[in-house]
């Protein structure tokens, strides 16, 4: 299903630390179908600030189970919309919300399992919606490690305790702190491949792992990725959300489909059943912000290649990404390029968002 925007209604705003609000929606009846989540998935929020368009993609923080659609925002230093949300916006407002969307979430199952969760700021929010679908569901036990500057910057402090005390044998949180002394020498400091590596060793080396859900700024998803597979930890088993990159890196290209010369391509594509199409030079634009400028209304959302909200599928042609950090393999395997990264290969090009 293509990721449309709907415009809803702000049910609940709570301040969660001095920065953070979370933000509930209003979801009519017959639109909860579309809005059906999993934990760990997010929406996409548009509105106009200063008459221009602005939209952010957010994590939700409810878990499915509590029939809720919350996300948190931090507002950030000359962050336009995290700064609208925690200083302008208020109940009975509207905003254009996309449907839900994203890969990384928990499915959970009939066999125990145990998962290990890491988050620093703000990246506790998808983490906290899985941790409560884990525990929720009775099959598995949760170690989180929750990283940040300081005790009054936890976003959720509460409701974790709470979570503490309601699963005690299946419920370990630690907190590290990288501007404060929690007591615990290990809890002092950012949670960097060193860390990473003192905090299994104290904590997970005699625990077998099944799952491990990463979020946070990218250097630490990184370390604590490499860290993990060092000691043993499958790659196969550990997940990881991006809310932004800040690594400068070369360019990976990922081909898909038959690789073919690069030169003028005819692009087609389908979205909601109709048709867009226009000529595309291979070294030009995206497909995404050429078939804007034809006029296109596609789903996207950070054209960063973060998320996968401009995800589309290619029927016909060959295509190429200059990064992507969204999508799995099977689905690249399958055909699925992050229009937002996407350059054509081929003289031809017929790519779907409705598949």
């Given at each position: 299903m293509t990721p449309k925007?709907?415009?809803l209604t702000v049910k609940d705003i709570r301040k969660e630390t001095r920065d953070t609000v979370s933000i509930s929606f209003l979801i009519p009846e017959e639109?909860?179908?579309?809005?059906?989540?999993?934990?760990?998935?997010?929406?996409?929020?548009?509105?106009?600030?200063?008459?221009?368009e602005v939209r952010r993609s957010y994590s939700l923080c409810s878990s499915p189970f509590e029939k809720e659609w919350r996300v948190a925002v931090k507002q950030i230093e000359n962050g336009v919309f995290s700064t609208y949300a925690n200083k302008v916006l208020k109940i009975g407002d509207k905003l254009d919300v996309m449907t839900p969307a994203?890969?990384?979430?928990?499915?959970?199952?009939?066999?125990?399992?145990?998962?290990?969760?890491?988050?620093?700021?703000?990246?506790?929010?998808?983490?906290?919606?899985?941790?409560?679908?884990?525990?929720?569901?009775?099959?598995?036990?949760?170690?989180?490690?929750?990283?940040?500057?300081?005790?009054h910057g936890i976003i959720f402090r509460e409701e974790l305790e709470a979570l503490k005390n309601k699963y005690l044998d299946r419920l370990r949180v630690i907190h590290i702190f990288s501007r404060e002394s929690p007591g615990n020498k290990i809890q002092k400091g950012r949670i960097n491949k060193e860390k990473c590596g003192d905090l299994y060793n104290a904590f997970l080396k005699n625990q077998n792992i099944d799952e491990v859900f990463i979020c946070g700024p990218e250097d630490m998803i990184l370390n604590i990725r490499e860290s993990l597979i060092e000691n043993g930890v499958e790659s196969s088993k550990i997940h990881f959300e991006l809310f932004a990159t800040n690594i400068k890196k070369e360019k990976k290209i990922e081909v898909i489909g038959k690789e073919s010369p690069s030169f003028a391509s005819k692009v087609?594509?389908?979205?909601?059943?109709?048709?867009?199409?226009?000529?595309?030079?291979?070294?030009?634009?995206?497909?995404?912000?050429?078939?804007?400028?034809?006029?296109a209304d596609l789903p996207f959302a950070c054209k960063g290649g973060v998320c996968c909200t401009c995800k589309a599928k290619i029927l016909e042609g060959s295509a190429k990404m200059d990064v992507n950090y969204a999508l799995m393999p099977d689905e690249v395997e399958n055909g699925y390029i992050l229009t937002c990264q996407a350059h054509p290969t081929s003289e031809k090009l017929l790519v779907s968002f409705d598949d």
């Amino acid at each position: 299903m293509t990721p449309k925007f709907h415009n809803l209604t702000v049910k609940d705003i709570r301040k969660e630390t001095r920065d953070t609000v979370s933000i509930s929606f209003l979801i009519p009846e017959e639109l909860e179908l579309d809005y059906h989540f999993e934990s760990g998935q997010y929406l996409t929020l548009k509105t106009s600030i200063n008459n221009e368009e602005v939209r952010r993609s957010y994590s939700l923080c409810s878990s499915p189970f509590e029939k809720e659609w919350r996300v948190a925002v931090k507002q950030i230093e000359n962050g336009v919309f995290s700064t609208y949300a925690n200083k302008v916006l208020k109940i009975g407002d509207k905003l254009d919300v996309m449907t839900p969307a994203g890969n990384f979430k928990v499915t959970t199952g009939t066999n125990k399992k145990s998962y290990v969760l890491f988050a620093a700021g703000s990246g506790i929010t998808p983490v906290f919606s899985i941790a409560k679908t884990i525990l929720e569901d009775e099959n598995g036990d949760v170690t989180l490690f929750y990283g940040n500057k300081g005790f009054h910057g936890i976003i959720f402090r509460e409701e974790l305790e709470a979570l503490k005390n309601k699963y005690l044998d299946r419920l370990r949180v630690i907190h590290i702190f990288s501007r404060e002394s929690p007591g615990n020498k290990i809890q002092k400091g950012r949670i960097n491949k060193e860390k990473c590596g003192d905090l299994y060793n104290a904590f997970l080396k005699n625990q077998n792992i099944d799952e491990v859900f990463i979020c946070g700024p990218e250097d630490m998803i990184l370390n604590i990725r490499e860290s993990l597979i060092e000691n043993g930890v499958e790659s196969s088993k550990i997940h990881f959300e991006l809310f932004a990159t800040n690594i400068k890196k070369e360019k990976k290209i990922e081909v898909i489909g038959k690789e073919s010369p690069s030169f003028a391509s005819k692009v087609q594509i389908i979205v909601d059943g109709d048709t867009i199409d226009f000529e595309l030079d291979s070294n030009g634009l995206t497909i995404l912000d050429a078939a804007q400028e034809a006029g296109a209304d596609l789903p996207f959302a950070c054209k960063g290649g973060v998320c996968c909200t401009c995800k589309a599928k290619i029927l016909e042609g060959s295509a190429k990404m200059d990064v992507n950090y969204a999508l799995m393999p099977d689905e690249v395997e399958n055909g699925y390029i992050l229009t937002c990264q996407a350059h054509p290969t081929s003289e031809k090009l017929l790519v779907s968002f409705d598949d």
